[in-house]
């Protein structure tokens, strides 16, 4: 485990001369969008015409558009089913896919597939399985003899959606479990197994404690993603003028600014959506303190 | 792709942030505004618009046309898909560096032409006093504001109700004809749908594109009596009685009868069960017919049907603009003025996505005699009971307001009249929001 090693000497060298780039890009991109987005919020701006101070206004409306709230509501319950959905599915899926199977790199693949896939398409294949009348699902669940979901109506889709971002997030969250799966050493296995732990005790006493730094990471980034998804949701769930059954808060921000004349609200928006992420990460690394081990 | 959106709504914050500090481009210096119209200087303007490749073809002839006639001028054409080019556009627009010449939808223009970004088309205009003379005047109306026009016209929409022939004879249902009666519409698509025995829906009667306004659901509204806003665009009126009874219609229609599709089912269908084959009737605008002409039926059209309050449809122009920044106004105004002219308005004709704003090539063979054999006549008719569709500053948020609330409804999730009730309150506050 190399986690503890510092960079010595050329080493150093080295890290910062790759790292410099990354943060160019982030001082001179990111950094200045972030000021501005700040600088906005506090502003009335439609895009043509000089931005007038705003003061909190932008702010005050955070609590009082409708839209808004129930945006920030979907986002909420999204986050809340698709996050633990990640984690334990690519967590079991990269379990599954570290065994000696034939044809391993096959089955890998096709679970990585839907990562490189474009989501529009793979959302297109979606609606033909979601369909109500037309469906591929629908059509099983009549030939069991059960009667049609319509799986894409308001009271549905938010689980047709978690469901589909769910399965497009299992591939990469399966590689990051993979490496630090492959990153225990099987001795530790070999020594319980002739304890007699069979395969349950061994997952959940040697694996998941020591993979914990990799479901860190893997509920991180799945944190960020969540508060960001947008693409699925929309092939499957858009309504007309850019509106959607399922609205989260990324399509309140994008048509207040891009729609609405409304970059000094889309701006506020923006930044409450920075804030929670960013308050969720604050919890995290305070549970990392407490239960990550660090071998 | 998933961070990508987000990133974009970031980076152009700091694009539009930094863009007033940019300086022109080297080759765009200024022409002096009283220079004669045509330049004798070679000038190249930008021109953007939306559209699909069909449509960049076409105007790239166009342009080629343009350049003929006018050796000096070279115009430079950037086509986007509607969602990135109203993105594309305001970031160019707020960085100062707008394109010469730009498409502008006719309900949007407001909002662009009462932030100062349009230039004043008006001087150009008066010392031209014949150009607008062939031109439809029901195209001109959305451009003029009290001093003056800050855009003109390319093309128009009409509403008009589209049927496959194929299910009427099927059926031994009569034809639309331009006596038809909404109740008349009614019974027919009664007559036209079929319920199979698990009581599914495989033939539906009549479909709407129930997002927007203009097809289908402003036109049954004004047939009624009713209006969708006041003339000061203060005040909705979709929630007034006469609207209500023609949603109530619609209403009906969809979960009484079942002749209409809610949007769910309608979404299977790839959004239009007509061209999908599953519904008899529709009403779109021209903008339909290429798509339309490799249905696997035959079809045509009729005029919208007469209601208690007579006959109504909407009337829509798409048209170009000058942005006020444009270094090369007197070469972008000769290529809007190429635009009207009989040679584009020919091409345009052809393209066949809508119907050409000049009347004389709009009466001629070029439209009339297109590919898809129907009665093209209807469209350019039916400008004589047409309603322009609303052009205020805030229609998009107004319109997103009332289509968002009004969503549920057609889906069968919501009542209608509730909704109403807390849609149109929505809505006035928008308006008031823009005022």
């Known amino acids: 485990m190399e986690y503890g090693l510092r960079p010595l000497g050329r080493e150093k060298f080295w890290l910062f001369a790759l790292l410099t780039p990354t943060f160019i890009g982030l001082i001179f991109g990111a950094l200045g969008s972030v000021l501005a987005t700040v600088a906005l919020s506090f502003a009335n701006w439609d895009l043509l015409t000089p931005p007038t101070w705003a003061g909190l206004a932008n702010y005050v409306n955070l609590f009082k558009d409708a839209k808004l709230l129930l945006s920030l509501t979907n986002t909420i319950k999204f986050s809340a089913m698709y996050v633990p959905g990640v984690v334990i599915i690519s967590l079991l899926v990269a379990v599954l896919m570290n065994r000696k199977i034939r044809g391993v790199s096959l089955f890998r693949t ?67 479990f993979l490496a630090g799966l492959t990153a225990i050493p099987r001795e530790y296995y070999e020594a319980a197994e002739m304890d007699g732990a069979n395969g349950f005790h061994q997952f959940f006493n040697i694996t998941v404690p020591l993979i914990t730094p990799s479901i860190f990471f893997q509920t991180l980034i799945s944190t960020i993603n969540a508060f960001q998804a947008y693409d699925y949701i929309y092939m499957l769930t858009r309504r007309g003028q850019g509106d959607s059954s399922v609205p989260v808060v990324v399509f309140s921000i994008y048509r207040n ?30 549970l990392e303190r407490r239960y990550v081990v660090y071998e | 792709m998933k961070r990508f959106l987000f990133i974009l709504v970031i980076a152009s914050l700091l694009l539009a942030g930094c863009g007033g500090a940019k300086t022109p481009a080297a080759g765009n210096q200024p022409v002096a505004s009283s220079a004669p119209a045509v330049s004798t200087a070679p000038t190249e303007i930008s021109m953007m618009m939306w559209g699909d490749p069909a449509e960049l073809d076409v105007w790239n002839q166009i342009v080629a046309d343009f350049h003929q006639a006018n050796p000096n ?59 607008l003379n062939g031109v439809y005047p029901q195209t001109l109306e959305a451009y003029k504001t009290p001093d003056g026009m800050y855009g003109l016209p390319r093309d128009f929409q009409t509403i008009v109700l589209f049927y496959n022939k194929d299910m009427f004879d099927a059926a031994g249902v009569a034809y639309p004809t331009a006596d038809w009666t909404y109740d008349d519409l009614r019974a027919a698509a009664k007559k036209l749908t079929k319920i199979g025995a698990d009581g599914k829906v495989t033939q539906f009667g009549y479909s709407l594109d129930l997002w927007d306004f203009e097809p289908g659901m402003s036109e049954i509204i004004w047939s009624y009596g009713g209006d969708l806003i006041n003339a000061e665009h203060t005040k909705t009126l979709v929630g007034a009685p006469k609207a209500r009874e023609a949603f109530q219609f619609l209403h009906d229609m969809m979960f009484v009868d079942k002749s209409i599709p809610d949007t769910n089912t309608a979404s299977e269908y790839g959004g239009d069960p007509f061209l999908a084959g599953v519904s008899a009737m529709t009403a779109f605008g021209h903008w339909v017919v290429p798509g339309y002409t490799d249905a696997k039926f035959n079809w045509d059209i009729a005029p919208m049907p007469n209601g208690p309050s007579g006959r109504a449809t909407s009337v829509n122009s798409a048209g170009f603009v000058v942005g006020k920044a444009s ?53 350019l008719d039916s400008l004589a009971f047409a309603h322009m569709k609303p052009v205020f500053k805030g229609y998009d948020e107004w319109s997103s307001t009332i289509g968002d609330g009004m969503a549920p409804v057609w889906t069968g999730e919501a009542e209608l009249g509730p909704t109403l009730d807390t849609v149109v309150p929505a809505a006035d506050e928008v308006l008031a929001n823009n005022q």
């Open chain 2, 73 to 131: 001028i070279t115009v430079k054409v950037e086509v986007s898909d509607w969602d990135s080019y109203w993105t594309k556009l305001k970031t160019l627009l707020s960085a100062g560096t707008p394109p010469d010449v730009f498409a502008m939808d006719a309900p949007l223009y407001l909002d662009y032409q009462s932030r100062g970004v349009l230039l004043n088309l008006q001087p150009y205009l008066d010392k031209n006093p014949d150009m």
């Open chain 1, 110 to 176: 096709a679970y990585f597939l839907p990562a490189v896939t474009s989501a529009v398409a793979t959302a297109l294949v979606w609606n033909m399985i979601y369909g109500k009348d037309t469906g591929i699902l629908n059509f099983i669940l009549e030939r069991l003899g059960m009667q049609p979901v319509c799986w894409l109506c308001t009271e549905n889709a938010m689980y047709a959606v978690v469901i589909v971002n769910i399965w497009g997030a299992i591939g990469e969250g399966m590689i990051i």
């Open chain 2, 327 to 379: 270094k090369n106004p007197d070469a972008a105004f000769e290529f809007l003025k190429y635009v009207l002219s009989e040679p584009a308005q020919t091409r345009l004709a052809e393209l066949g996505f809508a119907c050409p704003v000049l009347k004389s090539v709009a009466e001629s063979d070029a439209f009339l005699k297109q590919k898809t054999q129907i009665n093209q006549k209807i469209f």
């Open chain 1, 257 to 286: 600014a891009w729609n609405f004349f409304n970059y000094g609200g889309a701006s506020a928006q923006a930044i409450e959506l920075t804030v929670i992420v960013a308050a969720l990460m604050a919890f995290y690394f305070w």
